[in-house]
């Protein structure tokens, strides 16, 4: 009988008393009771599966989409019709409540984390608490780093900007260099040319007239003086405007000047804060791992005095018989007040 065949024959009745045979107390049992339930939501008419679950297996749909949840996330690949697997080891120790509490962590970090926090010898309550701390401490880290990140990257544009003013700053002060040589040339220029032109002697056509000579000289001195005049105002005016420039670029980088020293003190101080905060909760990070391994490790070391203790009172019986019942029954008294300190915490 191939597979095909054995699954036309299955029916909700059969796996309702498959179901009902497997007790709910670990994650095996959940896997299977939890692949059963897919199975049989597959062979059920659509918006029957809340009704079937209840009446059939006494199960709440709460609880059977939480058992198809766990069988989805923590069923191994190579589950098939005669048995579903945990995924791993470290899963497969875990309770409903614990396996329910780990669903919280992204499903490529459960095992690690599981493993880290030692889950299988904590309570869930203890579980659930290490779990929230440790994503409570990675968000912050992770706001308090994309905050110094964007202190960072202002600090650099605060620092950019300035570069930028004095370089706006050195070429003002060149044009200016350059305007006040170029009115200097301007002004020798205009000088020997007038100087040319009051030496140059004043030719007359028809006859030597002093007072012709001594007007014409006057007049092309007055069109030289109103010629370099009108040069020259025009070099003053070129060189307010430079000096103009120049005052502003400096008032201005004076400002930012003013304004980036105590953004560049700001930002530093708020990276200074930033960097103290990241360190402060890497810390706390490492002391909620390690207080969950510590508490790990404790219960670790009370299972093994545990184990020892029924080794030795296993030991008297043979010669100690009364003894040995006397100290079964001490040790049941411990067991029963242990489980009501954990009960109490949950």
Known sequence: ??????????????????????????????????????????????????????????????????????????????????????D??????????????????????????????????????????????????????????????????TLAGARDHETELNRKLAEARDDLQAADTEYAENERALKARIQELESKPVEVAVERDEEAIKAAAAEARRAAEAAAKAEMDKLRERLERAQKAQKKAEETLKEREGQALPLQEKLKAEAETAQREISELRRKL???????????????????????????????????ADTAAKMLTGMERIVEALGERVRALR
């Open 1 to 86: 009988m191939n597979e095909q065949a054995i699954t036309a024959t299955r029916t909700p009745e059969i796996i309702a008393g498959e179901i009902r045979t497997f007790t709910a107390s670990m994650l095996n049992n959940i896997i299977e009771i939890g692949r059963r339930m897919c199975e049989a939501k597959e062979l059920l008419p659509y918006g029957e599966f809340g009704k079937w679950i209840t009446e059939a297996t006494g199960y709440s749909s709460s609880t059977a989409n939480n058992f198809m949840r766990l069988y989805q996330e923590y069923g191994a690949d190579q589950g098939c019709l005669f048995g579903a697997e945990v």
């Open 88 to 153: 791993c080891q470290t899963f497969g120790k875990l309770s409903y409540s614990k396996a329910l509490a780990l669903l919280a962590v992204p499903k490529e970090e459960r095992e690690t984390v599981a493993a880290e926090l030692d889950a299988e010898h904590l309570s869930t309550r203890e579980l659930e608490r290490a779990i929230r701390e440790r994503d409570e401490a990675r968000k912050a880290l992770q706001d308090t780093s994309a905050r110094l990140e964007q202190a960072e990257k």
């Open 286 to 320: 490492s002391s909620a791992e390690s207080g969950a391994g510590e508490v790990a490790m404790l219960a670790r070391m009370a299972q093994g005095n545990f184990a020892a203790a029924m080794d030795k009172i296993e030991a008297m019986k043979a010669a100690h």
